[in-house]
């Protein structure tokens, strides 16, 4: 095999690392961008928020315009687009012009994530085939903790937010090199254009903008009690069955839901989607309790999920390996890498107020083993279904599309434990010292070896005793709410083997199933 599609393969990935790059960038440096503009704080999630959004709506598009305007042309005019948005938000005056060039550069990296699994189903014979799903895996367990360790390390070393975006264009032009040099030319199939899916389309932009942006901002504005959770609920509702009808029925349609009906091809996406959500236990949920408990900077927090990240080097091409052989089923791998995962949130359930990043280095070992065990099964199923190179571009609309919103159901339910649990929490913890007020007074602090906060006669020990005790309370709300995390990752995870025992079929490795001829 020619080594020229390879480079484009490479190509391609290296334009998908860049738009994880935009992504994790943002909430890595929101404090900073924040800080240098003047926003507040509601303001600012809007930054995080809208990227979601373009990301959804974007990766359903990118495998249809793939086959319409060639592989090799819309991924230049992708990364050309990636690169252009990029360099023009640091140079944005104000809010709303950063939010609509947040919303052009989150569509535009949703086009090019999708186009890597497309490129490796279009240019990969399979004997190789799932060397070529690992590279794809780099982007579901590599780019995206990666890419918040160096937006951290960059966050400290620049300081200015403007460079921290514009790290991303040297990634951007490489990728333009690679992608111009390696991928075929081809046809464009401009007849395509005739029966393109309009009416899913806008169903999409509603349906998708709407469910991402709830679950984004619903938190923050208390769910239903805002009219515009309400609104957006409302879309959603309607928008997203109108579009999977239309979906179903629609001759050339950007989600071809008939797949599902393909055992394998269904548990793949399934349980694509449930490995996103707690994939947020070995990267989430450590970086928040480190800067919120411990008081770490992003690039010292960042440097236990860097961790996870480098480790899929080594992971992925051994486990591609692992599968590749006919005796092993890629079911018993995906339950052991559950196993592990489960393991790693148990241990770190047991997390309190001592805990630095050495405690969780043990934990993030077995995440980052676990984490491939369950990606590459996945992907070998769901393509293995894939019966020609025509439908390869459909598979990945279907499963990038799931995993595009698998992301914000991920952030949302960490906000959800972070607010239930938290307040309960907080709630019991002051009731108790309310009920032994004299302890406060008496006896040690919220820990042996902190003094009681009061005198005898009331007044403070010391300066800002009090200021103190009130911040040993909160770290403890966090510990506490941080291990309830855990625990619910794990119970997802337990519901996660369930499902791989009862739903997928024995599969054998691609170059098994379709032997060269």
Not at 45 to 57: D, P, Q, R
Not at 326 to 332: G, K, P, Q, S
Not at 344 to 361: E, I, K, M, N, P
Not at 390 to 410: D, F, K, M, Q, W
């Amino acid at each position: 095999m020619s080594m020229k599609p390879l480079l484009g393969l490479l190509g391609v990935l290296i334009a998908a690392m860049s738009s994880e790059f935009n992504d994790t960038v943002t909430s890595t440096a929101l404090v900073d961008i924040r800080g240098s503009l003047g926003i507040d704080y509601d303001s600012g999630t809007w930054i995080e928020s809208l990227y979601s959004t373009g990301l959804a709506i974007g990766m359903a598009f990118a495998p249809w315009c793939a086959v319409t305007f060639t592989l090799r042309r819309f991924t230049l005019c992708v990364v050309a687009i990636v690169g252009a948005s990029t360099l023009l938000i640091p140079l944005a005056l104000n809010l709303p012009a950063i939010l609509i060039l947040r919303v052009i550069q989150g569509f535009a990296g949703g086009l090019t994530i999708p186009l890597l699994m497309t490129t490796a189903l279009m240019v990969l014979p399979p004997p190789i085939r799932l060397y070529g799903l690992a590279v794809y895996g780099l982007t579901a367990t590599f780019t995206s903790p990666f890419s918040a360790s160096l937006a951290a390390l960059w966050t400290d070393v620049v300081g200015d937010w403007r460079f921290v975006f514009l790290a991303a264009l040297p990634l951007s032009a490489l990728a333009s090199v690679l992608v111009w040099y390696g991928m075929e030319v081809g046809e464009p199939e401009y007849d395509r254009l005739q029966v393109f899916d309009w009416r899913g389309a806008l169903l999409m932009i509603l349906g998708f903008g709407a469910l991402t942006t709830m679950l984004m901002q619903g938190d923050r504005l208390d769910w239903f009690e805002s009219p515009l959770i309400c609104v957006l609920a409302l879309i959603s509702s309607i928008a997203i069955p109108l579009l999977l009808i239309n979906e179903w029925f629609h001759p050339m349609p950007l989600l071809k839901l008939q797949m599902l009906l393909r055992r394998n091809f269904a548990y793949a996406t399934l349980a694509l989607f449930a490995f996103i959500v707690v994939s947020a236990s070995s990267t989430l949920i450590p970086t928040t309790f480190l800067t919120s408990v411990q008081a770490y900077r992003p690039v010292q927090a960042h440097l236990i999920t860097l961790i996870v990240a480098l480790g899929q080097f080594v992971m992925l091409p051994a486990m591609a390996l692992l599968l590749d052989h006919r005796h092993v089923d890629a079911r018993a791998v995906t339950l052991l890498g559950l196993a592990l995962m489960l393991i790693a949130c148990l241990g770190s359930s047991s997390v309190d107020v001592t805990w630095h990043r050495d405690q969780f280095y043990v934990w993030q070992v077995l995440q980052m083993v676990g984490q491939p065990m369950i990606v590459m099964p996945l992907l070998m199923m769901a393509t293995n279904t894939v019966r020609s190179h025509a439908e390869g571009p459909l598979a990945s609309a279907l499963i990038n599309t799931t995993r595009a919103l698998a992301e914000p159901v991920g952030i949302w339910l960490i906000e959800l434990i972070e607010h239930w649990r938290g307040a309960l929490h907080s709630e019991r913890l002051v009731d108790q010292i309310g009920l032994n007020r004299f302890r406060t007074i008496q006896a040690h602090g919220l820990l042996p070896q902190d003094p009681a906060p009061l005198l005898p006669n009331g007044t403070p020990r010391a300066a800002g005793s009090l200021e103190r005790f009130a911040e040993a309370v909160t770290q403890q709300v966090h510990v506490l709410t941080t291990a309830d995390a855990y625990l619910v990752m794990a119970a997802l995870i337990v519901a996660f083997m369930a499902l791989v025992v009862i739903l997928p079929e024995r599969t054998y490795p691609p170059r098994v199933l379709f032997p060269k001829k």
